[in-house]
C-alpha cells in the first residue's frame, strides 16, 4: 500500500488502513513522502502535526521528497519516521529499510532526484544527494540476490518515465504524481511502476504473486477512496482536536496583530463596488466566490490560517480580512480579491486604475486554485462561471 500525507487525512487514512490491516495481516504499508506543505501560513504548526499523524498509520516506510526539505531536514528527523534516502549524503535518513513479513523480506530503497534540487543554482556546494546511482543499483542486486523483494521509491515528474537505470534494477518503482490522480501502472522490464496521486485522498493498494525466485509474476492494483461516508479514526481524535485548538490560538493572534493595520486599510467595502459595476456584481452573487467563507463556516475552519487566505480579501495583507468580527466586510472571495484594493479607485471616483489592469487572470486564479486543494481545476471551465462584463 502507498499513501501520501495531508494535514486532514491521517483520520480517514488511519480508519482504512486499520480495516485493511485486518483484511490482509501481511501488509507492507509504504508512504513516497511529499506530504509537508511549504507555502502554508502556520507552515511550522501544520507540519509538526502531520508528521505526528503520519506517525500514528505505523508506516514500514516512507520516501523523502524535496518539498519536504524546503525548510531543512531537522523537522523529519525528529518526527520519529522510518525515513529513507539512498542518496542522502548526510546523517539522518536510512539509506535502505527492511520490513519482515512471513511470506518473506521487503527492502525499500529512495531515490532523490539530484535534477530537481532546489540547491542546484546556488553557490557553493549545496549538493544534499549523491548523484551517481551505481552505489544503489549495486544495493538493490544484493537485496534481490539475497531473496529479498525490492522497492524503490522516486522523485520524478508526471510525464516522466523510470530511466533505464531504474527498470529490470527494482521489483516495484513507486514514483509520485504532483496531482490528485493516481497514474496508470505499468510493467518494464520486469519492473512494476506505480504512480500515486499527491492528496492523500486516496490510498493505492497493490497484490503481488511472486513465483519461485520471488519476483513479480502478476499484480493487482486498486485505488481506495475515502469520502466523506469514511469514519474518522478514534484513535486520532485527541492529535486533531489538539491541532485545532493549536490553529484557533496562532489565528487569535493574527486578529489581534491585523486590528490596528484595519485603520489605514487600502480595501473598500464590497457593497460599494456594487453600486457602479451591477452587472458584475449580479454575477458575482450567484458564484460560489459570494459564499467562499460560509462554506469554511461548515466545516469550522474560519479560524485556520492556511484555508482563510482563499476565502476571504487581502488576507495576511495590510489592512486585509482579520476576522468576520472584525473586518466583516472582507468575507468571501469578492471583487478586491482579484482586482486588487478598490478604495482608492472608489475615493477618486474611478480614475484610480485597479490593479487588475495587469494581472492575467489565470496566474490569478492559481493563486488559490492550486493542485493541492482544487485537483479538478481548468481555467477555462471555472472562468466560465464567472465571467463578467469589464464595464458598469
Known amino acids: 500500500m502507498h499513501p501520501r500525507g495531508g494535514p486532514g487525512w491521517p483520520r480517514r487514512q488511519a480508519s482504512t488502513i486499520d480495516k485493511l490491516r485486518e483484511q490482509t495481516p501481511g501488509l507492507v504499508l509504504l508512504s513516497s513522502g511529499g506530504a509537508l506543505g511549504h507555502s502554508l501560513p502556520t507552515f511550522e504548526l501544520t507540519n509538526r502535526f502531520i508528521l505526528t499523524g503520519l506517525g500514528e498509520l505505523r508506516l514500514d516506510a516512507m520516501g523523502v521528497q524535496w518539498g519536504d526539505l524546503a525548510f531543512g531536514d531537522a523537522l523529519l528527523q525528529q518526527a520519529g519516521l522510518p525515513l529513507v534516502a539512498s542518496n542522502w549524503l548526510s546523517e539522518g535518513f536510512s539509506r535502505s529499510i527492511t520490513v519482515q513479513r512471513p511470506a518473506g523480506s521487503v527492502e525499500v530503497f529512495a531515490w532523490l532526484d539530484p535534477a530537481s534540487s532546489p540547491y542546484r543554482a546556488m553557490l557553493g556546494d549545496h549538493r544534499q544527494v549523491g548523484d551517481d546511482p551505481a552505489a544503489l543499483v549495486e544495493a538493490i542486486g544484493r537485496s534481490r540476490s539475497a531473496g529479498a523483494l525490492t522497492v524503490l521509491i522516486a522523485s520524478l515528474s508526471d510525464g516522466q518515465a523510470p530511466p533505464d ?150 488576507f495576511g495583507e495590510p489592512g486585509g480580512f482579520v476576522s468576520a468580527g472584525v473586518s466583516p466586510f472582507l468575507r468571501n472571495v469578492g471583487c478586491q480579491a482579484c482586482h486588487g484594493p478598490a478604495k482608492q479607485h472608489l475615493q477618486t471616483g474611478g480614475a484610480d486604475p485597479m490593479a487588475s489592469l495587469a494581472y492575467k487572470g489565470e496566474k490569478v486564479c492559481a493563486g488559490c486554485h492550486q493542485s493541492a486543494h482544487s485537483p479538478s481545476f481548468d481555467f477555462a471551465g471555472y472562468w466560465s462561471r464567472i465571467t463578467h462584463p469589464t464595464k458598469p
Request: glycine fraction near 8%; charged fraction near 25%.
Open 165 to 314: 537505470w531504474m527498470t529490470g534494477v527494482a521489483d516495484l518503482v513507486i514514483a509520485p504524481m504532483t496531482k490528485e490522480a493516481f497514474g496508470d501502472p505499468g510493467f518494464r522490464q520486469g519492473t512494476l511502476v506505480l504512480r500515486p496521486g499527491s492528496r492523500g485522498q486516496a490510498l493505492g493498494v497493490v497484490t503481488l504473486t511472486l513465483d519461485e525466485q520471488r519476483r513479480i509474476d502478476s499484480w493487482q492494483h486498486r485505488v481506495v477512496t475515502m469520502p466523506e461516508s469514511v469514519p474518522d479514526a478514534a484513535r486520532l481524535t485527541g492529535w486533531y482536536d489538539q491541532y485545532s485548538e493549536q490553529l484557533r490560538t496562532d489565528y487569535a493572534q493574527r486578529v489581534e496583530a491585523g486590528k490596528s493595520l484595519m485603520k489605514s486599510t487600502p480595501y473598500a467595502d464590497e457593497r460599494a463596488c456594487a453600486g457602479c459595476h451591477p452587472r458584475a456584481a449580479k454575477v458575482w452573487r450567484g458564484s460560489a466566490h459570494a459564499r467562499a467563507f460560509e462554506s469554511l463556516s461548515k466545516v469550522d475552519k474560519t479560524h485556520d490560517a492556511n484555508c482563510v487566505g482563499c476565502h476571504s480579501i487581502g
